[in-house]
């Protein structure tokens, strides 16, 4: 029989608690992805933005809606990658151009192609004790924003940018082992000092800093968002310390016990692993069958198949909920956006919105009737049309980690990708 651990058991043989929502290389979690923050945490934060103060470690910096790139001087020349077999051995400018030639969008070929040949022509242009320390002769890449006018994604820009993020730092095998975004305003520093941070389409610029103003309603928020978490908190008698990935493990034991009440212990912690820590070698169905009756076993298997994701969701939600109102919030409280006109655009995508959801609603179709009215709930308890802004976020850094606030943008990227392509 396949030895299952329980929960503490695994727990001591991680270095960190593992998260359940994450992603590539590269992505960029909001709070309620990371469930190693505490619920001490999770108040600070949201303390800190009411302030108008998200300064823990360097200033917010606006999380802007474009294309992503990474780049690299190796052996004096500028080579780039968008994936990990690339990050260990980037592509020339011929490579990575011949790899957007027959794109089925122009203004994507557009966009990578005339980036690449400005990178090309200005990082170059760095000086030689510039490039080593900052690529370590390709190891490392700056991690940038491509913004082309012509190309937009939800947020649409007037203006033609690269915007460098951070460098990320590999280990010559395409696996990131590190990231640094100060970097990011040196390197951009430097080329706009030697008068290379013009190319023939797009200007390099560092990422954009955002002013943060105090709530108005600060004590009124502060103390609604505080009582939210704190609910969570003592629904399970929690500490102030504990992470949130305890919460998580908390309720899935208690879903667990509720709907299959007569599993032994160990099939409960095997199915706690398995669900709230995404575990699925500590319990296979191999094992769970010499472990149930088999109705058990069934009922078991249609949950994990059937029911699983909506569950996720419904673990997920109180806190995502709580923080995207609350990044709506702290969003409508900042200024200096990427765009140049920003209530322009904003009333833009609130039009754009609302007449996507009519002619939505003229089709028919249930099911996309049905998924969009969802979206619209959503983004009503956000704030609804007033909460959207002409941006996808701000970017901020606590206890050494980067994080994002997007506010209604979560909700009206889902949204639109709904009315588009009904996914």
């Known amino acids: 029989m396949k030895h299952i651990m329980l929960f503490e058991q695994w727990l001591a043989t991680q270095g960190q608690p593992l998260l359940l ?9 909001h709070p309620f992805d990371d469930t190693s923050l505490t619920f001490g945490d ?40 968008r994936n990990k077999t690339e ?9 990575f151009k011949d790899k957007f030639a027959n794109h089925e969008s122009p203004m994507v070929r557009d966009t990578f192609q005339f980036a690449a040949e400005d990178l090309a022509s200005q990082l170059i242009k760095l000086p030689k004790t510039a490039q080593d320390s900052y690529f370590n002769n390709g190891k490392d890449f700056m991690n940038m924003e491509l913004i082309y006018s012509l190309n937009p994604n939800v947020i649409h820009y ?20 590190g990231e640094e975004t100060r970097p990011a305003k040196e390197l951009a520093k430097i080329l706009q000092d030697i008068e290379a941070d013009l190319g023939k389409t797009f200007k390099i610029i560092p990422p954009r800093v955002i002013q943060l103003r105090k709530d108005v309603d600060f004590s009124v928020n502060r103390n609604r968002f ?3 978490i704190e609910a969570l908190r003592k629904r399970y008698a929690l500490a102030d310390t504990d992470p949130v990935s305890k919460y998580n493990e908390m309720w899935w034991r208690e879903l667990i ?9 160990e099939v409960t912690e095997g199915l706690v692993m398995r669900w709230a820590y995404d575990d699925k070698k500590s319990l296979d169905m191999r094992a769970l069958a010499k472990m149930v009756t088999p109705d058990e076993l069934n009922a078991i298997k249609k949950f994990d198949k059937e029911d699983l994701q909506a569950k996720y969701k419904e673990n997920v939600e109180p806190i995502e909920d709580i923080f995207l109102e609350f990044g ?26 609302e007449k996507a959801a009519k002619e939505v609603e003229m089709t028919g179709n249930q099911g996309k009737i049905e998924k969009v009215a969802k979206e619209l709930k959503r983004l009503e308890k956000i704030g609804g049309l007033n909460a959207i802004l002409p941006t996808e976020g701000i970017v901020f850094t606590y206890g050494g ?20 392509f009904g996914r």
Do not use: C, W
């Open 158 to 177: 007037d203006t033609d940018v690269i915007q460098f993020h951070g460098i990320k730092r590999t280990d010559g095998n395409g696996n990131i082992i």
């Open 328 to 353: 709506s919030i702290v969003l409508k409280n900042a200024t200096d956006f990427l765009a140049a006109f920003p209530e322009e655009e904003a009333a833009r995508l609130r039009a754009e919105i």
């Open 257 to 265: 016990q509720k709907n299959f009440p007569g599993v032994s212990p």
């Open 42 to 81: 999770l108040k600070r934060m949201i303390e800190a933005g009411l302030s108008g103060n998200l300064t823990f470690q360097e200033d917010p910096t606006e999380k802007t809606d474009g294309q992503n790139v990474f780049a690299t001087i190796e052996n004096g020349e500028v080579k780039f990658a």
């Open 21 to 29: 929502e994450g992603g590539a290389a590269g992505h960029m979690n």
């Open 401 to 420: 980690k980067v994080y994002k606030l997007t506010g209604a943008f979560a909700a009206i990227n889902q949204l639109m990708g709904t009315i588009k």
């Open 226 to 228: 505080i009582q939210q």
């Open 87 to 95: 990050l260990k051995t980037p592509m020339t400018l011929s490579q």
